[in-house]
């Protein structure tokens, strides 16, 4: 799904999608249109009517019509018969769930993710890449309350977070800046970094350092850091990711207490994987107590 906008549906510009393999005698045009109404869908257009899915998505009304009908027959949407909205519906997440329980990196990453989480007390993710965002596939919530909570399949743009960062930072420049350009880069607060230059220095100075952080660039109040896990080539295939709060991490108290765990499980589960990685086993010990500020 797509991001949360503050414009009505209407207003929503058609989804733009790209070009690469249309070509092909093997591509299904009417498949890929009748994906579009998923994609329609998101935290601010939960409810839409016909004409507002078909705006959103490009497609003609007769076209949006028999695309909605099908998937509303097929059970994955449900339409309110008072209001003619159409919502998603709980089947959806079946597409979902069948690429959690089927992805090896997910499997392979869980035992690491959870080690992190006892270590620092804190949420720990596993993040992928998917074309100019972030996905969050899996996740080890921690007790405190955060600026800005997820759950899983969560997507967010990846030029303004830190698991983006880290991935962007160790791909090919070229690669790198096709992305952020594609990326609607969006101030979403007066710390955002947009600059396609800036942009690249950071990625720069991510590769450098091994991780990525971002402070209060995507939500106010919030630091957060992400390591790359890397393949045997050195490609980001995903991101380990912990995001915290100001009231209670200090700049200082993260890169001393949070980066070491975050770095030493992004290599072993580069390790599991089969990647590359200089590091020891990650070390099964928890962080010594530390008197947080409230």
Request: charged residues 25%; contains cysteine; aromatic residues 6%.
């Amino acid at each position: 799904m797509r991001h949360a906008s503050p414009q009505p549906a209407v207003a929503v510009p058609p989804i733009r999608t790209p070009r690469v393999g249309r070509d092909s005698p093997l591509f299904v045009g009417s498949l890929e249109k009748g994906l579009r109404v998923f994609s329609a869908f998101d935290d601010a257009h939960r409810a839409l009517r016909l004409t507002e899915i078909a705006a959103v998505t490009g497609l003609d009304k007769s076209a949006a019509q028999r695309f909605t009908h099908t998937l509303h027959e097929l059970g994955y949407l449900r339409k309110d018969p008072k209001t003619k909205h159409y919502r998603l519906a709980p089947k959806v997440l079946e597409l979902g769930f069948t690429y959690l329980r089927t992805d090896n990196l997910v499997e392979r990453a869980t035992p690491y993710l959870l080690e992190a989480h006892k270590r620092t007390e804190e949420t720990v993710n596993l993040t992928e890449l998917d074309g100019t965002d972030i996905v969050y596939v899996a996740r080890v919530p921690s007790r405190h309350q955060i600026t800005f909570d997820v759950v899983l399949g969560t997507s967010l743009p990846a030029y303004c977070t830190a698991p983006g960062r880290a991935m962007l930072a160790f791909m090919p420049d070229e690669q790198s800046r096709s992305i952020a350009e594609r990326s609607n880069r969006i101030a979403y607060t007066d710390k955002t970094i947009t600059d396609l230059n800036a942009l690249a220095a950071v990625h720069a100075r991510a590769r450098r350092d091994g991780y990525a952080l971002v402070s209060e660039e995507f939500s106010p109040g919030e630091i957060s850091i992400a390591a790359p896990v890397l393949d045997f080539a050195r490609q980001p295939i995903a991101a380990v990711n912990m995001a915290v709060p100001m009231s209670r991490w200090t700049l200082q108290m993260i890169e001393r207490k949070l980066v070491p765990v975050l770095m030493e499980t992004a290599q072993a589960i580069a390790r599991s994987e089969g990647g590359p990685t200089g590091l020891p086993p990650l070390r099964r010990t928890r962080l010594p107590q530390t008197k947080r500020a409230r």
